[in-house]
């Protein structure tokens, strides 16, 4: 909650008397009409304009013009926009079929209340496509920016690499930006080295099995590799079959505190 969660602000002001109020209340997402506009700048334009409604003042208790604005007052680090594709005429519910331009990075200073002018720059992190004739069928798709010029796309099980443009020309249902300075997704990925395979020579004499159990700990704490240990033959007192890995044969043994021991440290 703390990445999406922001805050809008609702400001009312009379037009015979001047009084104001303003209401405060929790942000998710911002949902946007898209009739009347081509881009997703726009939208948020026309979700933010000063608009004219009807409404009773508790001030000069009369009922008049007020004018309405919509800011956000407190941007989460994740903004969620959604775009108003469904329209319901009263009989069906139809999609709206039309291009909204989404920018790769937006100026969200622009829509707030923010009076301390920070810098508020917001890149695409990721867009949600819906595929379909209606709100009762058809197939979601994702493409995911995993860095500035890496893009994925992921539909059910099968992801594909694909080009921005590719990306920036489809229809979006939901955008979600990220505040600049965010880690990117494959800042996260961890990067898995392959397994290395450490045999354990435990027919040689002059070799103990503490020793070899030693040196295979020390392998893998001192490795940034995975590493997999087998044992060419069996130690005394574990039983380990040939080619066994050595975390397995001791998943089976519980023949003292010392392989105990070995055990859980090579599980750590």
Same mark, same amino acid.
């Given at each position: 909650?703390? =990445?999406?969660?922001?805050?809008?602000?609702?400001?009312?002001?009379?037009?015979?008397?001047?009084?104001?109020?303003?209401?405060?209340?929790?942000?998710?997402?911002?949902?946007?009409?898209?009739?009347?506009?081509?881009?997703?700048?726009?939208?948020?334009?026309?979700?933010?304009?000063?608009?004219?409604?009807?409404?009773?003042?508790?001030?000069?208790?009369?009922?008049?013009?007020?004018?309405?604005?919509?800011?956000?007052?407190?941007?989460?680090?994740?903004?969620?926009?959604?775009?108003?594709?469904?329209?319901?005429?009263?009989?069906?519910?139809?999609?709206?079929?039309?291009?909204?331009?989404?920018?790769?990075?937006?100026?969200? %200073?622009?829509?707030?209340?923010?009076?301390?002018?920070?810098?508020?720059?917001?890149?695409?992190?990721?867009?949600?496509?819906?595929?379909?004739?209606?709100?009762?069928?058809?197939?979601?798709?994702?493409?995911?920016?995993?860095?500035?010029?890496?893009?994925?796309?992921?539909?059910?099980?099968? +992801?594909?690499?694909?080009?921005?443009?590719? +990306?920036?020309?489809?229809? =979006?249902?939901?955008?979600?930006?990220?505040?600049?300075?965010?880690?990117?997704?494959?800042?996260?990925?961890?990067?898995?080295?392959?397994?290395?395979? %450490?045999?354990?020579?435990?027919?040689?004499?002059?070799?103990?099995?503490?020793?070899?159990?030693?040196?295979?700990?020390?392998?893998?704490?001192?490795?940034?590799?995975? +590493?997999?240990?087998?044992?060419?033959?069996?130690?005394?007192?574990?039983?380990?079959?040939?080619?066994?890995?050595?975390?397995?044969?001791?998943?089976?043994?519980?023949?003292?505190?010392? +392989?105990?021991?070995?055990?859980?440290?090579?599980?750590?």
């Amino acid at each position: 909650m703390d =990445a999406f969660g922001g805050r809008l602000v609702s400001k009312l002001r009379c037009c015979n008397c001047g009084h104001s109020s303003v209401t405060r209340e929790p942000l998710i997402d911002i949902s946007l009409e898209i009739e009347g506009v081509d881009s997703v700048p726009a939208a948020l334009e026309s979700f933010t304009k000063i608009e004219k409604i009807e409404f009773s003042c508790e001030r000069c208790k009369t009922h008049g013009p007020f004018e309405k604005q919509l800011l956000i007052d407190h941007a989460p680090t994740v903004v969620v926009l959604h775009l108003k594709r469904f329209k319901n005429n009263g009989l069906v519910v139809q999609k709206v079929e039309k291009n909204v331009l989404f920018p790769l990075e937006l100026d969200m %200073l622009l829509y707030t209340n923010d009076i301390n002018n920070e810098e508020m720059k917001y890149d695409l992190y990721a867009v949600i496509v819906h595929y379909g004739p209606s709100t009762s069928s058809g197939h979601y798709y994702s493409f995911i920016r995993c860095a500035p010029n890496e893009w994925y796309k992921f539909n059910d099980e099968k +992801v594909d690499y694909v080009q921005e443009d590719l +990306v920036l020309a489809e229809h =979006a249902y939901i955008m979600l930006y990220a505040k600049r300075g965010t880690p990117w997704f494959s800042d996260y990925i961890e990067i898995h080295r392959p397994f290395v395979n %450490l045999v354990i020579p435990t027919t040689s004499n002059d070799v103990s099995d503490e020793t070899s159990l030693k040196l295979a700990l020390n392998k893998i704490e001192n490795n940034d590799s995975h +590493v997999k240990v087998y044992c060419e033959d069996q130690l005394q007192n574990v039983e380990i079959k040939q080619d066994e890995e050595l975390t397995d044969a001791l998943d089976r043994n519980s023949h003292g505190s010392s +392989v105990n021991g070995k055990k859980r440290k090579l599980q750590d």
